[in-house]
């Protein structure tokens, strides 16, 4: 690493989160699993098919329109899970709490977590609590480990898509990053916006049912949106992705925002969001399934994989340009100027 | 209003038959930005070129600035607020993102007002803004200085850095080494000063002037009334952003601009020191000016990074891919320049949708067929 | 240098005005535009309103936004529900 110090974009998502992976943690560590580098790892245990994953949460604030670290604690992790095509069965609690913070502030958060596990269906299996100095830490931090049961016959890899496959995205682009923003000090303004995090399993599962060879990549747009997600499908697999501006779903609201703060709705973070690569056959009827679901209401195909540009995520512009999209670098910064 | 298709059309019916490349510097950042975001600039027919100007505030500023900025964080223990665009840009030593992380006061902040609002809540610590921008930010600056003064908030500094934008563009056309047949002028700037700012370019250099809206329709549109006017032998200033820009500005903004700043000579990124190019604090608001209220920082000699062609990719010389550092040892996650760090910076543009590694101008007008 | 865009003034108060943009709303000043009122559009550059606009002069802007996302009827994609969850 060329920096010798942390940055916050080192925690990103971005190009500088995969060189501290790729440079100094990962080399150590290198084991079979480990190399997967996947958003949850593949592990067989006495045949038992699984799948383990692990996520910490900083969110600033800790509470936002429509949920609080707690919500996002779970789903995080869940969706993880999920999206490795497995279906998420225990979680365990880690906890960093700063001197002096408010044990009714933290009750709320363990109800969220709460109330975002029973509708996940998960259960929390076991809890750790460490205390830091007043100054020291952000109020509360969560880290939060899962393991989940993979379903049979079925791969989700980013490096499986194939050229020709359809691009589904189950709704709305950046409603979540544009809501944490919204109450974050300095920026502050006012929305109905709330954020989409919501456990996924159920959206994808009858997908990955009744569909195990044909879904070829599920992926959720968290840290980095649509664009980061993408990316990495378009590196891993070494084909293109070809994306139409004009089919990608984005509330007026969250527009709006990104208008106002500079920001690209396409590298704003989602919580509840799957990205769905599949066969162009099953197309439509994976769509359809979608769309039965609540979470999935305003799924829509947004693209194409193809082979004529390895390597490339293209965006077909409203006014039929072309623009080429690169991973964000870091943490995306409103800009004015 | 016309659709951006029909200004298309119009544009590739005026360069038929073109002897010589038509070569337009947009000299907004912002203009930059939505060429390249739109697709657009990838639309214009090959004979057409667009070269970046030096209206990209964070790009124009001299890396002493930076300097400064992180020695009053470290060494006066000051809240550094700035917009979010400046965090990035290298110092000589660091950026404000690196001093940051060693323990440095750095906010980002989405309004100058909002600055104000937290020395009022943080009396026992110095808040400096950095005043960074042209003529369309410096009014508010100018507007929040006033309010400090008036709610008499005495840990309220302005760090001031704004430059004005006829100056910088009458420098580049003296210097001549770029042959410019048109200028896209910026549209928010002619808000507040008039577009009537811009006449002295076709009157004295013969060139003609557009000043254009942000959207693809706006700048399709304003290509086109460029390339009207050269195939009509005409260099005349127009307006395409008529829906909010008059010859003259806007009465109020300009008052504070007035009251508060005057002209002074500052330096460039690129262009070196342009005489009247720069907005300084009157002295009966020197209580605010962080300049005057911190001498004697002890500060890094400014250390411009080695190899870089920003100053060129400024002035029009060059386009970013034709620097050594673009895309090898400078990219967004490790900017050299500060053209390569604003996401209205030409680098930043052209690394961000501008194409692949070779060939980029072709493989920019048609990636898929680049592979 | 200079992002700014069209934002509908809800209330005035002073030299704070609260300004809607497609559903969301922030407060502003208006000191550049002492005789905007309730129900003006005004053009917004860093917290500040720097311009006012007619309500045909935004909805040419916004005509402009909606060609740029492919989107010239003004067809919103998706639906514009809120979720229950």
Redesign the interface.
């Known amino acids: 690493m060329?920096?010798d110090?942390?940055?916050?974009?080192h925690g990103g998502g971005?190009?500088?989160t995969r060189?501290l992976v790729a440079e100094v943690l990962a080399p150590p560590l290198a084991n079979p699993v480990l190399a997967q580098m996947d958003d949850a790892a593949e592990v067989d245990l006495d045949g038992a098919r699984l799948a383990l994953t692990t996520d910490s949460f900083v969110v600033d604030p800790l509470f936002f329109p429509g949920g609080s670290i707690g919500t996002l604690a779970v789903c995080g992790t869940v969706n993880d899970l999920a999206m490795q095509g497995a279906e998420p069965k225990y979680l365990t609690l880690g906890m960093i709490l700063e001197e002096g913070f408010p044990v009714a502030d933290l009750r709320r958060i363990v109800a969220d977590l709460a109330a975002a596990a029973k509708r996940a269906g998960v259960l929390v299996a076991a809890g750790d609590t460490k205390v830091v100095e007043r100054g020291k830490g952000g109020g509360v931090y969560l880290n939060t480990a899962g393991i989940g049961v993979r379903l049979p016959g079925v791969s989700t890899h980013v490096r499986n898509a194939q050229p020709g496959d359809a691009v589904i995205l189950s709704?709305?682009l950046g409603d979540h990053g544009i809501a944490v923003i919204?109450q974050r000090q300095?920026?502050?303004?006012?929305?109905?916006?709330?954020t989409?995090a919501?456990p996924l399993w159920e959206l994808v599962r009858p997908l990955l049912e009744r569909f195990p060879k044909d879904i070829h990549v599920l992926r959720d747009p968290t840290r980095g949106g649509l664009t980061a997600a993408l990316c990495d499908v378009t590196t891993a697999a070494g084909c293109g992705i070809?994306l139409?501006?004009?089919?990608?779903?984005?509330?007026?609201?969250v527009?709006?925002?990104c208008?106002?703060?500079?920001l690209d709705p396409l590298t704003v973070a989602n919580e509840g969001k799957a990205i769905v690569i599949c066969a162009e056959a099953v197309a439509a009827d994976v769509l359809a399934l979608l769309r039965d679901h609540?979470?999935g209401?305003?799924a829509?195909r947004i693209g194409t994989v193809t082979d004529?540009?390895?390597g490339?995520l293209?965006?077909?512009?409203?006014?039929?340009?072309?623009?080429?999209l690169?991973p964000p670098?870091?943490e995306d910064?409103?800009?004015?100027? | 209003m016309i659709p951006?298709?029909e200004a298309l059309e119009q544009i590739r019916a005026a360069t038929v038959g073109l002897t010589e490349r038509a070569q337009f510097m947009e000299v907004c950042?912002?203009h930059t930005a939505a060429f390249?975001?739109?697709?657009?600039?990838?639309?214009l027919p090959l004979n057409v070129r667009l070269l970046s100007g030096p209206g990209?505030?964070?790009c124009v500023t001299p890396v002493g600035f930076v300097d400064q900025a992180v020695a009053l964080a470290q060494q006066k223990q000051a809240i550094i607020t700035t917009?979010?665009?400046m965090?990035?840009v290298p110092g000589s030593d660091v950026s404000l993102?690196?001093a940051?992380?060693?323990g440095a006061a750095v906010?980002?902040?989405?309004s100058p007002e909002?600055a104000l609002a937290?020395a009022e809540k943080t009396p026992a610590r110095e808040v400096v803004f950095l005043g960074?921008?042209f003529e369309t930010?410096a009014p508010g600056v100018a507007w929040t200085i006033k309010e400090a003064r008036r709610k008499n908030v005495r840990n309220f500094s302005v760090l001031c850095a704004h430059k004005t934008m006829p100056q910088a563009m009458r420098a580049l056309l003296v210097a001549g080494d770029v042959r410019i047949h048109g200028f896209i002028c910026p549209g928010h700037v002619s808000v507040i000063t008039g577009a009537g700012l811009f006449s002295f370019i076709p009157k004295e250099y013969k060139i003609p002037c557009v000043v254009s809206g942000f959207e693809?329709g706006d700048l399709a549109a304003a290509v086109a009334m460029l390339l009207r006017q050269r195939n009509e032998g005409r260099a005349e200033l127009e307006i395409q952003y008529r829906r909010c820009v008059y010859m003259e500005g806007s009465a109020p903004a300009l008052a504070l601009l007035d009251e508060v700043f005057e002209p002074a000579d500052v330096a460039w990124r690129g262009l070196g020191v342009i005489p009247g190019s720069g907005l300084a604090l009157r002295a009966e608001f020197a209580a605010w000016d962080a300049e005057r209220k911190f001498p004697g920082l002890t500060l890094p000699a400014p250390r411009e990074p080695a190899g870089c062609r920003c100053g060129d990719v400024l002035r029009g010389v060059c386009l970013p891919p034709d620097c050594p550092l673009f895309r090898r040892r400078c990219?967004?996650?490790?900017p050299v320049g500060s053209c390569m760090v604003?996401?209205?910076g030409a680098c930043a543009a052209w690394?961000?949708?501008?194409?692949?590694m070779d060939g980029v101008e072709d493989n920019m007008r048609?990636?898929?067929a680049?592979? | 240098?200079?992002?700014a865009?069209p934002a509908r003034i809800v209330e005035v108060d002073g030299a704070v005005a609260l300004v809607e943009?497609?559903?969301?709303?922030?407060k502003i000043n208006v000191a550049m535009v002492p005789d905007a009122v309730a129900g003006d559009y005004v053009l917004?550059?860093?917290g500040f309103a720097i311009e006012k606009w007619t309500a045909a002069q935004a909805e040419e802007t916004y005509a402009l936004l909606r060609?740029?996302?492919?989107?010239p009827d003004g067809v919103?994609?998706?639906?514009?529900?809120?979720?229950?969850?």
């Open positions: 060329s920096d110090v942390i940055l916050l974009g971005g190009e500088l060189r709704g709305t919204s300095g920026l502050s303004f006012e929305t109905t916006l709330e989409d919501a070809r139409h501006e004009k089919d990608i779903p984005i509330r007026p609201a527009r709006g925002a208008g106002l703060l500079g609540p979470l209401r305003d829509v004529k540009h390895p490339l293209i965006l077909e512009t409203g006014i039929g340009g072309e623009r080429i690169l670098a870091g910064l409103p800009r004015i100027c | 951006v298709r950042g912002t390249f975001r739109s697709g657009l600039r990838g639309l990209c505030p964070v917009f979010g665009d965090l990035r993102e690196q940051r992380a060693t906010r980002m902040v989405y909002d937290l960074v921008g930010t693809a990219s967004p996650t490790t604003s996401s209205e690394f961000k949708y501008g194409g692949t048609n990636p898929s680049g592979g | 240098m200079c992002l865009i943009l497609d559903g969301i709303r922030r917004v550059h860093a060609e740029m996302q492919g989107n919103t994609p998706a639906p514009e529900t809120r979720r229950g969850a």
